[in-house]
C-alpha cells in the first residue's frame, strides 16, 4: 500500500455543510495517496451519508471533547505523513493536494496555499496572499494567520509540539503555528487551496476570549528556551524587527495589568536590546509604522474577478 501523504481532519458536530466538507478532499484529482478523518464531536450518531461508504474515511467518536480534543484524537489515528485540519463548514479547493505536494520536497513543516474566505451567498469577500517561507516566527508571533484550513503539517513536527493545547478553545490555531514556527519553516503557494466561511452565523467559536488567549500563547513561547534567537533570526527586514519590538512592548504592558512586575521588567529591557539591536532600521519610517500600528493587512488581495 502507498504511504498516505495527506490526512485530512474534520471535526463536526453535525452540521450539513459536513458533507461538503469531506466531498470537497475526496474529489481532489491527484496521485497523491490522502485520507479523510471525521471525528465526530456531536455526541450524536451522524446521520447516513453517501460519503461513509468512501474506503478512504474513517469516522471516530470524539464524546463532545470540543474541537482542540477531536483534532489531537484524529491525528493520533493518522497515517498521513502531514496533517490537514478542516473545519465542517469549511472545504478544499480542486488542486489544494498536488499544491501541497509540490511544496514537500522544500522539507518545511507547515506548507500552506492561499485561503478564501467567502461569506454565506458563496461570494468571495478575501483572498490571502501572505508571501512568507523559511523561519516565520516573527510574523506568526505578531499577527499573521496561516489557516489551518489551507495548510498541511508535517505529522512529525506537530506530534514534536504536543499538537493542540486543550487550554485554548479559540486561538488554538494560531498557537499551533507559532508553537510549529519556533522549531520549524514554512513553505506556501499563492494558489487557492480552502474555502473559509467567514462570518458568525452557525459559529461554534466565543471570539471574545481571543485576545487574552492570545497573549498568553504568546506569553508561554516567549518563555521557552531558544525563542529570542529564533526571534531574531526571523526579523530580516525593518517591518518585522518593528513588530518584534512591538510584541516585547505589548507582553510587558501585558505583564504589568496581570502582575508578573519581574517579567514585565525583563520584557522591557528585550524591546529596548531589540530596538537598539535594529541600528540604523530605527531612522525608517517602515520600522515605526510596523512599531505602532494596530493590525495586520498584509495577507489580504482582492478577491478573484
Same mark, same amino acid.
Given at each position: 500500500m502507498p504511504t498516505i501523504f495527506c490526512s485530512t481532519i474534520i471535526p463536526t458536530v453535525g452540521r450539513e455543510s459536513l458533507a461538503r466538507a469531506v466531498e470537497s478532499v475526496l474529489t481532489q484529482q491527484t496521485s497523491a495517496p490522502f485520507e479523510v478523518i471525521v471525528a465526530n464531536d456531536s455526541q450524536a450518531p451522524l446521520p447516513p451519508a453517501a460519503w461513509q461508504q468512501s474506503p478512504h474515511v474513517r469516522v471516530i467518536d470524539t464524546g463532545g471533547r470540543e474541537r482542540s480534543l477531536a483534532r489531537n484524537a484524529g491525528a493520533a489515528i493518522a497515517t498521513g505523513r502531514y496533517l490537514n485540519f478542516l473545519d465542517d463548514d469549511d472545504w478544499l479547493l480542486p488542486g489544494a493536494l498536488n499544491a501541497w505536494a509540490a511544496l514537500a520536497p522544500s522539507g518545511a513543516a507547515w506548507l500552506y496555499g492561499a485561503a478564501q474566505l467567502t461569506d454565506s451567498a458563496g461570494r468571495v469577500l478575501f483572498q490571502f496572499k501572505h508571501g512568507l517561507a523559511g523561519n516565520c516566527l516573527v510574523p506568526t508571533m505578531t499577527g499573521e494567520w496561516l489557516p489551518l484550513q489551507a495548510s498541511a503539517v508535517a505529522a512529525d513536527a506537530f506530534a514534536a509540539v504536543g499538537g493542540f493545547d486543550r487550554r485554548y478553545h479559540v486561538a488554538e490555531d494560531k498557537d499551533l503555528v507559532t508553537r510549529v514556527c519556533r522549531h520549524y519553516d514554512v513553505a506556501g503557494t499563492d494558489l487557492p487551496?480552502?474555502?473559509?466561511?467567514?462570518?458568525?452565523? &452557525?459559529?461554534?467559536?466565543?471570539?471574545?476570549?481571543?485576545?487574552?488567549?492570545? =497573549?498568553?500563547?504568546?506569553?508561554?513561547?516567549?518563555? =521557552?528556551?531558544?525563542?529570542?534567537?529564533?526571534?531574531?533570526?526571523? &526579523? =530580516?527586514?525593518?517591518?518585522?524587527?518593528?513588530?518584534?519590538?512591538?510584541?516585547?512592548?505589548?507582553s510587558l504592558v501585558w505583564n504589568t495589568r496581570t502582575g508578573q512586575l519581574r517579567r514585565a521588567v525583563g520584557r522591557a529591557g528585550l524591546a529596548a536590546w531589540c530596538a537598539v539591536a535594529s541600528g540604523f532600521d530605527l531612522l525608517r519610517p517602515t520600522f515605526w509604522r510596523s512599531l505602532t500600528h494596530n493590525h495586520l493587512t498584509r495577507g489580504f488581495v482582492p478577491p478573484p474577478a
Open positions: 487551496v480552502a474555502g473559509i466561511l467567514r462570518g458568525v452565523w &452557525a459559529s461554534t467559536t466565543d471570539y471574545s476570549v481571543m485576545r487574552s488567549e492570545r =497573549q498568553r500563547s504568546r506569553e508561554d513561547i516567549f518563555e =521557552q528556551p531558544g525563542t529570542l534567537a529564533r526571534l531574531l533570526a526571523s &526579523a =530580516q527586514t525593518p517591518y518585522w524587527r518593528g513588530r518584534l519590538v512591538r510584541a516585547y512592548a505589548i
